[in-house]
């Protein structure tokens, strides 16, 4: 978790509408949906 002090990447509101609106409308079963590069990032690393 240190690598994600200090980091230059974070989540916008537009990032966020836009990902409940693909979750939304996900007809894949995909439970998981990070939104904004640094949530990706910390997905990533799971």
């Keep these: 978790m240190d690598d994600f002090t200090g980091q230059d990447l974070f989540t916008m509101k537009s990032d966020v509408a836009e990902t409940v609106w693909r979750a ?3 007809t894949t079963g995909r439970l998981r949906f990070p939104a904004g590069p640094d949530a990706v990032r910390l997905a ?3």
């Design 44 to 46: 990533q690393a799971k």
């Design 24 to 26: 939304v409308h996900d």
